[in-house]
DNA sequence: TCTGCTGTTTGATCTGAATCAAAGAAGATC
DNA sequence: GATCTTCTTTGATTCAGATCAAACAGCAGA
């Protein structure tokens, strides 16, 4: 892998820990790799072969029950960690939303290189704390949460978090955006039907907190009053 | 703080990955502190200022929403660790659920002892991993599983996670045991309401799948079948 | 322009779990 | 041993969201 010190990510990722030389040594376990659209990188009760930072794109990390029934449990945006180090097996999948390009490392070397750097454990400490806070946070919304708090809480986590991502420099990237989900993975992330999430987009809609220009834009037109209906602390 | 050699979690805790001089230096930071059941020792949305391992006893993590409605997000056991390092706030709060001993640090002094011992954030970072690992089935169980099919799962990790602890040295600990949680609180961990708890536990009863000698015992007949019941892979 | 195809919306109906209500059980306290 | 108090169980009813069903919109290709 070449020019690290190019990455838009390089700053925002964990290998915002590393000083040069050690990102040459890192740079050398791995390599960059462009995934499309649906593809699938690292299938549930799989081995744990490989970990990567994502440099662009989205991703979801999903569990599925025999049946069919599938709970997306994690949304992955630009500059964050995917994969399970220190472990043998993934106990969920990691499918890509768009297009993306991620910067993947064989498990096993990237956790001797981990094991000798401690600054970037650190730092996948860090995020790793991150993560768990927002999986709690997602267990009161399935545990406790109506549809309409849910669908309120996922526009507005969405709303920041692909600001935050700041990919396109548009102005009010806040209040207008693209959802990287179809309704179907709404559901998925919510624990609600296809159709109850069609339902209370279209309410919504009808009171007029938010625009949906075509099917996977929507724009905030009353920020307050989502919040209130999200009922997030 | 005292005898950590003689620390029945010594080995089991983080602080494993520590040697003498280590933990010596470690131990002068801390105090064992007792709490009672019920007892809060960290509100949600305090500054965190305090981390702990569990010597002993089961406690709850949770969260709840303005209106009173709550969800615990994990249950904590002996040689678990609970707090928020390398953060300002505690998104959730920690609750005894029975009498407890814990071995406490103030954060702020935590935090900079960690960030001096990577081997006692390698084991932070496992712990973190596995936690998050647990969310995340939780969420599949929150989003997608039904009423029997969560009594059924939390059975049977109550059942696996109590016998691991195994403070009690009777044989059959991994098919008879007390119930850590009254039904209120299973319904929180469930994301159920009491009554529906209540009812499932006598449907599962009644067709022979479990015993329940007392309002806290339960005791497993058919393991196979509740296993079949949980829907787990 | 028509014809599929895929994803979305809307409507009608059903149902699993919530809610409302009351009766037991098991400890505590006096 | 009687009386509270707290927790649990069971029953009746309701309701939010699921399921079943059909129409609709946007596009890609012929």
């Known amino acids: 892998m070449q020019d690290c010190y ?3 990510v390089r700053n925002s990722a964990i290998c915002a ?20 659209r649906g593809q699938t990188l ?13 440099i662009s794109g989205i991703l ?25 180090p220190f472990g043998q097996k993934s106990a969920y999948s990691v499918t890509a939303l768009s ?18 750097h401690p600054a970037l454990e650190h730092k996948l400490l860090q995020r790793t ?4 806070d927002r999986a709690r946070e997602w267990m009161l919304l399935l545990g406790k949460k109506t549809a309409t708090e849910r669908i309120a809480t996922l526009l507005l986590e969405m709303s920041i978090r692909l600001s935050e991502t ?6 009010n990237e806040l209040n207008e955006f693209a959802l990287p989900l179809d309704r179907q993975q709404m559901g998925d992330v919510l624990g609600l039907t296809i159709e109850t999430v ?14 949906l220009p075509d099917r996977r834009m929507v724009s905030i037109q009353d920020r307050r009053r989502l919040q209130d209906l999200s009922t997030t602390a």
Do not use: T
């Open 6 to 8: 190019q990455c838009v």
């Open 60 to 84: 979801k990390v999903s569990m599925s029950i025999s049946d069919g029934r599938e709970q997306i449990v994690g949304v992955v945006f630009p500059a964050d960690f995917i994969g399970r």
């Open 198 to 211: 069609s339902r209370q987009l279209s309410r919504l809609k009808a009171d007029g907190v938010i625009g």
């Open 166 to 171: 700041g990919c396109s420099v548009e102005q």
């Open 129 to 132: 704390l991150e993560e768990l």
């Open 17 to 36: 820990a590393l000083s040069h030389d050690e990102l040459d040594a890192l740079s050398r376990l791995g390599r960059k790799q462009r995934v499309v």
């Open 42 to 54: 690292v299938w549930e009760g799989d081995d744990a072969i490989i970990v990567a930072n994502i």
């Open 99 to 116: 297009d993306a390009e991620l910067c993947i490392f064989s498990r096993s070397s990237f956790d001797a290189f981990a094991r000798n």
